[in-house]
Nanobody, 120 residues
Framework: QLVESGGGLVQAGGSLRLSCAAS????????VGWFRQAPGKEREFVAA????????YYAGSVEGRFTIARDNAKSTSSLQMNSLKPEDTAVYSC???????????????WGQGTQVTVSS
């Protein structure tokens, strides 16, 4: 089970930190990704991190502003979001799977999502 937290309403230029807590599985066996879906749009990849945390990947639209991290000892992942823009408004979900490419195809374990709203 994955549970996200940390969403909310923030002004443009502000920051939020999302957290994803995993339970019931060996967290370090899985890659972790963050995805978002805005109203009327398809779900899109935001960021991902490998099982050991050594390699991270970002969508071009968030690179340099968002940072993904994980703490395998605590079975958690975080997404630090800085310099937020109104176009970042979406429901953000974390996902865990055997490979990042699988997550991008929608395969794996998914959280319920947390709403992020950025006002202009």
């Amino acid at each position: 089970q994955l549970v996200e937290s940390g969403g909310g309403l923030v002004q443009a230029g502000g920051s939020l930190r999302l957290s994803c807590a995993a339970s019931g599985r060996t967290f370090n066996d899985y890659a972790v990704g963050w995805f978002r879906q805005a109203p009327g749009k398809e779900r899109e990849f935001v960021a991902a991190i490998t099982k050991n945390g050594e390699t991270t990947y970002y969508a071009g639209s968030v690179e340099g502003r968002f940072t993904i991290a994980r703490d395998n000892a605590k079975s958690t992942s975080s997404l630090q979001m800085n310099s937020l823009k109104p176009e970042d408004t979406a429901v953000y979900s974390c996902a865990a799977g055997l490979a990042i490419e699988w997550l991008k195809k929608g395969l794996g374990l998914w959280g319920q999502g947390t709403q992020v709203t950025v006002s202009s």
